[in-house]
């Protein structure tokens, strides 16, 4: 069993950034692929952000390139999603995901979730 607990989400104004972090506990993160995925009202969940067990391959949703940053300290136990140049239509909530066999954009394919987290973009 992995937990998992987001942090860092608020309301911020259109070009503003957050930090999202999500703490892991209980069996070794460093195993594990971690992503990021949000939904928003009405909306089936998406892929945001991914990274593999070391951190030096990183993936991410066009919607964001260029603006989102995700990144991992396996130490801490906690990946982290840096979100610059925020938009309105960046609102949801954020989740993060531990999947312990490979790298995926797929919901499906995780196997542990956060409760997630509310990020509110104002105009």
């Known amino acids: 069993q992995v937990q998992l607990v987001e942090s860092g989400g608020g309301l911020v104004q259109a070009g503003g950034s957050l930090r999202l972090s999500c703490a892991a506990s209980?069996?070794?993160?460093?195993?594990?692929?971690m992503g990021w995925f949000r939904q928003a009202p009405g909306k089936e969940r998406e892929f945001v952000a991914r990274?593999?067990?070391?951190?030096?391959?990183?993936s991410y949703t066009d919607a964001v390139k260029g603006r989102f940053t995700i990144s991992r300290d396996n130490a801490k136990a906690t990946v982290y999603l840096q979100m610059d140049n925020l938009k309105p239509e960046d609102t949801a909530v954020y989740y993060c995901?531990?999947?312990?066999?490979?790298?995926?954009?797929?919901?499906?394919?995780?196997?542990?979730w956060g409760q997630g987290t509310q990020v509110t973009v104002s105009p």
């Open positions: 995901a531990a999947n312990q066999n490979s790298g995926s954009d797929r919901p499906i394919t995780y196997d542990y």
């Open positions: 209980g069996r070794t993160f460093s195993r594990y692929y």
């Open positions: 990274i593999s067990w070391a951190g030096t391959t990183t």
